[in-house]
C-alpha cells in the first residue's frame, strides 16, 4: 500500500511537534488541532504510516523525561509531576507504574 506525501507529511509534523510540547500537552487534540485536523485523523494517520498511536508517542517521550528527571536529579517526585503537568503526583505514579512496572520512588531508589 502507497501512503501518499501529504499523509507522510502530516506524519512527520507529528513527530516533530510532540517533543517540543509532551511536557504540557498529553492529549492528541492539541496536536491535531495545531495540524487543522481531527484527533481521529490524526490518529489513523499515526497509525497507518507508523503503526504506533499517538497516544503511544506521547506517552513514550512521557516515560522517557519522567525516567530522566528521576534518575539525574533530586526533584522530588511531586515538582516532576507539576514540571510535566499531570494534575497530581498520583496521576504520575499511576502512568510511571503502569508504564514501567514500578512506581517512581523504586525507580530512582534503583538507580
Given at each position: 500500500m502507497c501512503i501518499c506525501t501529504h499523509k507522510l507529511s502530516i506524519n512527520c509534523n507529528m513527530f516533530s511537534l510532540v517533543p517540543i510540547h509532551f511536557t504540557e500537552h498529553h492529549d492528541v487534540g492539541f496536536y491535531a488541532s495545531q495540524l487543522c485536523i481531527t484527533?481521529?485523523?490524526?490518529?489513523?494517520?499515526?497509525?497507518?504510516?507508523?503503526?504506533?498511536t499517538v497516544v503511544d508517542y506521547i506517552n513514550q517521550m512521557l516515560l522517557m523525561e519522567t525516567s530522566y528527571?528521576?534518575?539525574?536529579?533530586?526533584?522530588?517526585?511531586?515538582?516532576?509531576?507539576?514540571?510535566?503537568?499531570?494534575?497530581?503526583?498520583?496521576?504520575?505514579?499511576?502512568?510511571?507504574?503502569?508504564?514501567k512496572g514500578v512506581n517512581p520512588r523504586e525507580f530512582r531508589k534503583g538507580r
Open positions: 484527533p481521529r485523523y490524526l490518529s489513523q494517520i499515526a497509525r497507518e504510516v507508523s503503526g504506533r528527571l528521576l534518575q539525574q536529579t533530586s526533584l522530588p517526585i511531586a515538582d516532576i509531576a507539576v514540571r510535566l503537568h499531570f494534575s497530581e503526583t498520583a496521576s504520575l505514579t499511576r502512568f510511571f507504574t503502569r508504564m
